[in-house]
């Protein structure tokens, strides 16, 4: 069976998943779950997220909301490049949408997907050369699998430090989550727009339009 076949039935399994209300770790998952990943054999770059919201839980697009809008003027990439899957690839933590907290919050990323799933995922992804890691979810989970983090820091700091993951292969560029209630936090770091942008816009440009 070639890597791609591998690949394509991991994937089935995973749209088939209900660990987390049949099986769960904790209190199950109170809807039907709707796994979200997008990944192919030709993807060279891959954002690894936290987990679908619930506008994507009913779409199926990763970042189908204002996130979306705000991650890919980051990008600097159009839908359609944005949604090519053999261009670009999406694996966020939870894989399904986790439900709200008793405050109305998105609660965190399901612990199975990231017990059962992720390493037989990753393993079967070798081409990837660029990890966008956005939120500390991702970032603790890919700099750990790359022996890039010896310690935990605040988000905020691991993405400052974004130049020490960038010269790991495969690549780790570190983002905070494009939510719009990150604003303030971006206004105080201008760094992030200034310095970090450009190399983002730029590494995401030579893995998707040679890829073309």
Same mark, same amino acid.
């Given at each position: 069976?070639?890597?791609?076949?591998?690949l394509n039935a991991?994937?089935?399994?995973i749209?088939a998943?209900?660990i987390?209300?049949?099986?769960?770790?904790?209190?199950?998952?109170?809807?039907?779950?709707?796994?979200?990943?997008?990944?192919?054999?030709?993807?060279?770059?891959?954002v690894?997220?936290?987990?679908?919201?619930i506008?994507?839980?009913?779409?199926g697009?990763p970042?189908d909301d204002r996130s979306?809008?705000?991650?890919?003027?980051?990008?600097g @990439?159009?839908?359609?490049?944005?949604?090519?899957?053999?261009?670009?690839?999406?694996?966020?933590m939870?894989f399904?949408?986790?439900?709200?907290?008793?405050?109305?919050?998105?609660l965190?990323?399901?612990r199975?997907?990231r017990a059962?799933?992720?390493?037989r995922?990753?393993?079967?992804?070798p081409?990837?050369?660029?990890?966008?890691?956005?939120?500390?979810?991702a970032q603790?989970y890919h700099?750990?699998r790359?022996?890039?983090?010896?310690?935990?820091l605040?988000?905020?700091?691991?993405?400052r430090?974004?130049?020490?993951?960038?010269?790991?292969q495969?690549? @780790?560029?570190?983002l905070p989550?494009?939510s719009?209630?990150?604003?303030?936090?971006?206004k105080?770091n201008p760094?992030f727009?200034?310095?970090?942008?450009?190399?983002?816009?730029?590494?995401?440009?030579?893995?998707?339009?040679?890829?073309?």
């Amino acid at each position: 069976m070639t890597n791609s076949a591998r690949l394509n039935a991991l994937l089935d399994e995973i749209g088939a998943c209900r660990i987390c209300r049949d099986a769960p770790k904790g209190a199950a998952l109170a809807h039907e779950p709707r796994p979200v990943v997008r990944v192919s054999a030709s993807a060279r770059l891959l954002v690894a997220s936290q987990a679908p919201g619930i506008r994507v839980h009913y779409s199926g697009l990763p970042f189908d909301d204002r996130s979306g809008d705000r991650l890919r003027d980051w990008m600097g @990439v159009d839908a359609e490049t944005f949604y090519d899957t053999s261009r670009i690839a999406f694996a966020p933590m939870g894989f399904c949408f986790p439900g709200y907290d008793a405050q109305g919050a998105d609660l965190p990323p399901r612990r199975e997907c990231r017990a059962h799933w992720h390493d037989r995922l990753f393993a079967l992804l070798p081409q990837i050369e660029t990890v966008l890691t956005v939120g500390g979810y991702a970032q603790d989970y890919h700099l750990a699998r790359f022996g890039l983090a010896a310690s935990k820091l605040p988000m905020t700091e691991v993405v400052r430090g974004w130049r020490a993951y960038s010269q790991a292969q495969p690549r @780790v560029i570190p983002l905070p989550h494009p939510s719009w209630r990150n604003t303030g936090c971006l206004k105080k770091n201008p760094w992030f727009e200034a310095e970090l942008l450009p190399v983002l816009r730029g590494e995401v440009k030579r893995l998707t339009c040679s890829a073309a």
